[in-house]
């Protein structure tokens, strides 16, 4: 079967730089599968989204989309893709329903049947009572809706979302991940860009993450959670008083089941007093290492303000890949 999403080798260049934003980058999305392209702020997600949906022309490498290259055609290619980005671009200057059918316009829906979509469309995506509001009389969450409505309106293959949730409410949130589902079920593949782990790690089928232009991983998140070292975690609140983080990191590291420690936070209280939060990636069961964790503290006479358990995520896997610093 054809992918949905096929990249090669790709690379892009941006005139005046001396990096490339995509440095050979390959990987393909099957048909019908929801993708998460994960990777830090400059890492080239937006840029690899750009070329798959013709708005950034590649510098090397292929691209297809639908089996349609990109770059040879990118008619063909436009018409069977379709972007949500994270910014409303809609047109201010017409109505809700009238953005529907103005996009259907374009993309040559035959009129009797760009009604029929537009409205069928406004109920799915709950805006049925704002189907004559001006874009500026919807709320965020409204014109993100809108925004989705008018990406399907052309019936696309792949869909790509760029930050489907940023800045939604909870119900908006799961109002828009339900309609994903909903549309992975109809047979759309949906490529997801997306810096909320929780939100990638539950929809997503299969994820890559990116850095620097490269492509770092890809499996489904439960192989990459597995994958990673000490997929349970205990997670440690102290108060290190006197002792520096690394001794007790180094400390703790020594508890047997243990395999890596990893600091989460240094502050200080309300009360003046140092806090540390330390996060052990552990083997077996966690729950078996409570006890020896919280002696080996005792034992060096560091209070402990919390022990509880955990399982690693999808952060976990993304942090432990592209590490904690600031971009
Ligand atoms: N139009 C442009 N001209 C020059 N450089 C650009 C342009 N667009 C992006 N870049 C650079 O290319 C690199 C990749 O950027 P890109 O926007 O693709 O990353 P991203 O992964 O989408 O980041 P974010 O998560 O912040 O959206 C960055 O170093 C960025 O500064």
């Known amino acids: 079967m054809t992918p949905a999403v096929e990249v090669i080798d790709l690379v892009k260049r941006y005139?005046?730089?001396?990096t490339n934003a995509v440095d050979g980058l390959s990987f393909q999305v099957a048909a019908g599968e929801i993708f998460g392209l994960l990777g830090p702020n400059g890492?080239?997600?937006?840029?690899?989204?750009?070329?798959?949906?013709?708005r950034v022309l590649p510098t090397s490498g292929t691209a297809r989309v639908a089996g349609v290259d990109v770059a040879a055609d990118p008619v063909g290619a436009r018409s069977k893709v379709a972007v949500v980005p994270q910014r409303v671009n809609l047109d201010r200057s017409l109505n809700a329903r009238q953005n529907l059918l103005w996009h259907a316009a374009y993309h040559g829906v035959p009129r009797a049947e760009?009604?029929?979509r537009a409205d069928e469309l406004l109920e799915r995506m709950g805006l049925g009572e704002k189907a004559k509001a001006r874009v500026d009389?919807?709320?965020?969450?409204?014109?993100?809706r809108l925004m989705i409505a008018r990406a399907l309106i052309h019936r696309p293959e792949v869909l790509f979302l760029d930050e489907p949730s940023t800045g939604l409410d909870p119900q908006a949130r799961l109002f828009v991940h339900d309609r994903i589902n909903e549309l992975r079920a109809e047979g759309v593949t949906i490529v997801l860009t997306t810096h909320d782990m929780d939100e990638a790690e539950k929809l997503s089928d299969r994820v890559g993450v990116v850095d620097h232009g490269k492509l770092l991983t890809l499996d489904t998140p439960e192989a990459l959670i597995r994958a990673l070292p000490g997929s349970g975690t205990v997670d440690a609140t102290l108060r290190p008083d006197g002792y520096d983080a690394a001794k007790i990191s180094d400390l703790l590291a020594e508890v047997r089941g243990v395999q890596r420690v990893e600091q989460i936070a240094a502050n200080t209280t309300p009360d003046g007093a140092a806090e540390l939060r330390l996060r052990l990636y552990v083997g077996g069961e966690p729950a078996g290492l409570l006890g020896p964790v919280a002696q080996a503290l005792?034992?060096?006479?560091?209070?402990?303000?919390?022990?509880?358990?955990?399982?690693?995520t999808l952060e976990d896997v993304f942090i432990d890949l592209t590490g904690r610093e600031l971009r």
Do not use: M, W
Request: charged content about 20%; proline content about 2%.
């Open 15 to 18: 005139p005046k730089s001396s």
């Open 43 to 54: 890492a080239g997600k937006t840029t690899t989204v750009g070329i798959l949906t013709t």
């Open 114 to 116: 760009r009604r029929r």
């Open 137 to 144: 009389e919807l709320s965020g969450g409204q014109a993100q």
């Open 298 to 312: 005792h034992e060096r006479q560091v209070a402990v303000t919390d022990l509880s358990l955990g399982t690693a």
